[in-house]
């Protein structure tokens, strides 16, 4: 499974070239002639788009100009709302004559289940093409399956703590370096009746989030234990991450839960809460709040929780798959290569964030690039997502429970033997 998962060493080859930049790559010529505008002269392409994250409709509308100008492609947006729904539909989907041309997914397990299925096509031949052009090379890591590589890299990200500038400025509060500096805050916000935490449960796989985060910050060998069962839920490291987050919800430190894509944007930038623990692809949501990088919002990695813990970070790899039944398959596969050209790449990330995937695209966000310079700097240890990092009926029932426990804190004993007895039982009947 290592080699589904993203390493360390990758994301800081990643971060370097984020931070210096590149020289442009020239793009191989084509072999097909193009008109005197530059436009591909190529047969015209289309292709279905399936995602479940709402700035990718206004993404595809904005690249389509770009696609249409360099390779005669336009993409038709198949949007959903909900997390859930949409895997059902992509899922049920290859079994079907629908099968989606091309579609946001997720990596580790859930790549790998899919991949092992023979639901997706093998891109690895293109990969040489699109690292010629300028895609970073160590981004097929994470893409690639029984040494195949699948889909492109549409983009990649931290999980950090968005923290409102103007709500710490006016509460005398700094960016926390320590554990203890941070319930400090939490304290202080709690005081001055600005709740410190938003939380959201619109979705299954949000209740996965804080369970993560402070494992990873007390014991980041154990995670990579648990998520990979040898180790359990209801082992004494589990317990006292649980007893800690309740006590958190005991504190009044999170907010009741709120719809993410609606609610806690307008929240933050409301100063009715003064922190959120989320994706870097989560800033499209505050500055379509009217909120600026780094004026008005910054971010933090939460410290760590023990000091053995050292520096830790999660990461996450949104890559964009074909579907290997889809009836335009091979059309499909050359959109995606157009995908990850310099203008549609650079597009991309203004819509969705995250590290630059090319060596000649720069992260010019404020907020993103003293993330990126911390992170590199610090020597963390970068973590794949527990959403992706552990089987897919896993993370799925795992998630579930914990909001169970979000809405129940005190039951997280009884959560945590649920999981157990799900997990016992996946990993006896895939020995």
Avoid at 117 to 131: H, I, P, R, Y
Avoid at 228 to 247: F, H, I, N, R
Avoid at 273 to 280: A, F
Wanted: proline share 5%.
């Amino acid at each position: 499974m290592k080699k589904q998962l993203w390493s360390a060493t990758s994301l800081i080859v990643l971060l370097s070239l984020a931070a210096v930049g590149c020289g442009s790559n020239q793009a191989n010529e084509s072999a097909e002639s193009a008109d005197s505008n530059g436009a591909s002269a190529t047969k015209a392409i289309k292709a279905k788009f399936y995602f479940d994250f709402p700035g990718l409709s206004k993404y595809v509308t904005d690249v389509n100009p770009i696609l249409q100008q360099t390779d005669n492609v336009t993409l038709e947006s198949v949007p959903f709302t909900d997390t859930t729904s949409y895997q059902t539909a992509v899922r049920v989907g290859f079994t079907t004559q629908e099968a989606p041309d091309l579609f946001k997914w997720w990596n580790g397990f859930k790549l790998k289940e899919i991949a092992d299925s023979g639901n997706l096509a093998d891109m690895t031949e293109q990969w040489k093409e699109m690292v010629t052009d300028g895609v970073v090379p160590s981004l097929a890591d994470p893409l690639t399956v029984n040494g195949k590589v699948y889909g492109i890299p549409a983009a990649a990200h931290y999980w950090t703590v968005f923290y409102n500038k103007k709500v710490f400025a006016d509460n005398g509060l700094q960016v926390p370096k320590t554990w203890d500096d941070l319930m400090m805050i939490c304290d202080t916000l709690k005081a001055k009746g600005v709740t410190p935490f938003g939380t959201s449960i619109k979705d299954s796989w949000q209740g996965f989030i804080w369970f993560e985060d402070l494992l990873v910050h007390s014991n980041p060998d154990f995670y990579d234990k648990l998520v990979l069962g040898q180790a359990k839920y209801t082992d004494p490291e589990v317990v006292d991450v649980m007893k800690l987050w309740k006590s958190m919800y005991d504190k009044g430190y999170f907010s009741k839960p709120l719809v993410m894509d609606k609610e806690v944007a307008p929240a933050f930038a409301k100063g009715q809460i003064g922190m959120y623990l989320v994706g870097t692809w989560f800033e499209s949501f505050l500055t379509g709040a009217g909120m600026k990088p780094d004026a008005d919002f910054g971010s933090f990695v939460l410290p760590a929780i023990k000091p053995e813990a050292g520096n830790v970070v999660i990461s996450e790899i949104t890559p964009i798959l074909v579907s290997q039944n889809a009836k335009n398959r091979d059309d499909a596969i050359k959109a995606a290569v157009a995908l990850t050209k310099k203008d549609a790449s650079a597009k991309m990330l203004e819509t969705f964030g995250g590290l630059p995937t090319r060596t000649d695209v720069v992260a010019s966000d404020p907020v993103i690039k003293s993330l990126s310079d911390t992170i590199a700097q610090g020597n963390f240890k970068v973590l794949t997502r527990y959403w992706e990092a552990t089987p897919s009926e896993l993370s799925e029932y795992g998630s579930s429970e914990f909001i169970r426990f979000m809405l129940k804190p005190e039951a997280y004993m009884e959560v945590l033997n649920n999981i157990q007895a799900k997990a016992d039982k996946y990993w006896a009947d895939h020995k």
